[in-house]
């Protein structure tokens, strides 16, 4: 599994973890990600995500 941040306010996608209040199952990888996955804290799209 790995982390993911994003470039804009640093937050980190944590694939072990993913997001279970959004909807997004512990274990999904950042690809698996739907195209309208967004930063929960500033919102900036996939595009603006970084492997940490």
């Known amino acids: ?4 941040v994003c470039d804009a306010c640093g937050w ?7 997001l279970p209040d959004q909807g997004i199952a512990p274990g999904t990888k950042f690809e698996d990600l739907p195209e309208s996955f967004s ?4 919102g900036v799209d996939k595009s603006m995500f970084s492997e940490a």
């Not at 599994?1 to 993911?4: A, F, H, I």
């Not at 980190?12 to 993913?18: I, L, N, R």
């Not at 930063?39 to 500033?42: E, L, N, R, S």
């Open 1 to 4: 599994m790995k982390n993911y």
């Open 12 to 18: 980190v996608y944590d694939e072990a973890a993913g």
């Open 39 to 42: 930063c929960p804290v500033c």
